[in-house]
């Protein structure tokens, strides 16, 4: 079952990772992005965090059009496997 992992909540930019696990999360952030979270951030565990699914999110799937709907929701309509979910940067 897919949960849904927030990574920089502190930062600027925010990613959103879709995986079965905190640890399978961070190694997609890690792969996808380059960085090393132990070395760039220190305790990996403390950069990801785990959301509620009854949490709330705006999520814009088109770039254009918002859709706020709980985490659960958005994980069930938009994600088949684990992956990058979102990101704040963009």
Request: with cysteine; proline share 4%; aromatic share 14%.
């Given at each position: 079952?897919?949960?849904?992992?927030?990574?920089?909540?502190?930062?600027?930019?925010?990613?959103?990772?879709?995986a079965?696990?905190?640890?399978?999360?961070i190694?997609?952030f890690?792969?996808?992005?380059?960085l090393?979270?132990?070395f760039?951030?220190?305790?990996?565990?403390?950069?990801?965090?785990e959301?509620?699914?009854?949490?709330?999110?705006t999520?814009?799937?088109?770039g254009k059009?918002?859709e706020?709907?709980?985490?659960?929701?958005?994980?069930n309509k938009?994600?088949?496997?684990?992956?990058?979910?979102a990101t704040?940067?963009?």
């Amino acid at each position: 079952m897919l949960k849904m992992y927030v990574f920089g909540e502190g930062d600027d930019v925010k990613t959103w990772v879709a995986a079965e696990s905190k640890k399978q999360a961070i190694g997609i952030f890690e792969s996808v992005t380059g960085l090393d979270i132990a070395f760039e951030f220190c305790n990996p565990n403390d950069y990801a965090r785990e959301m509620d699914p009854n949490e709330t999110m705006t999520y814009y799937h088109d770039g254009k059009s918002p859709e706020k709907d709980t985490m659960q929701n958005l994980i069930n309509k938009y994600c088949d496997e684990p992956d990058i979910f979102a990101t704040s940067e963009f």
